[in-house]
């Protein structure tokens, strides 16, 4: 459990710093924009041998990320439970390697973007459109998908040198 604090208050901060110094208005963004915290809740469930523990991490990691970035008072935390159990899917019933995990934090990220976009749409808060959402999923991949195998690759390590195994049901 302390790697998986570790892991998520590191994303957390450089989701911070980082939104600090890249841009995010619209048809501004960086090439490099972060969504680090939530393509964590997918990299870290093999550090839980718990399931029900996993999915209570994600909603309140979901409501940290919410008070120190958003300001959307428990919208994150649903949209991360949201994503814990996609994860949950993926874990389950595919192997996750090195490559597919890239495929992975890529469809994280899609997912992430879609929830967000559909939110909007249905609250009717700002005009959205397919162009802006693809334009925001491009312009997160590159970062993401290196900070992803990065972890990725850490969290490996871990699990092998301190022989924690997910047990499959």
């Known amino acids: ?38 393509i964590t809740i997918f990299l870290v469930y093999k550090l839980f041998d718990d399931d ?18 958003t300001n959307l008072f428990l919208y994150d935390g649903i949209v991360f439970l949201f994503i814990a159990y996609i994860s949950y899917l993926i874990y389950k019933n595919f192997e996750v390697n090195s490559i597919r995990n890239v495929i992975y934090i890529v469809l994280i990220i899609i997912i992430y973007e879609l929830v967000f976009a559909l939110s909007i749409l249905l609250f009717n808060l700002v005009p959205i459109s397919i162009n802006k959402v693809f334009y ?10 290196i900070y992803g195998e990065f972890i990725y690759f850490i969290i490996k390590h871990i699990t092998k040198k301190y022989r924690i195994r997910k047990i499959n049901r």
């Open 1 to 38: 459990m302390l790697f998986v604090v570790i892991i998520s208050i590191v994303s957390l901060f450089l989701d911070l710093i980082l939104s600090n110094f890249l841009p995010y208005m619209v048809n501004d963004l960086s090439l490099f924009t972060t969504m680090f915290s939530t």
């Open 52 to 69: 029900k523990k996993y999915f209570i991490y994600s909603f309140i990691f979901g409501v940290i990320y919410d008070l120190f970035l």
């Open 136 to 145: 925001k999923i491009t312009h997160s991949l590159i970062s993401n998908i």
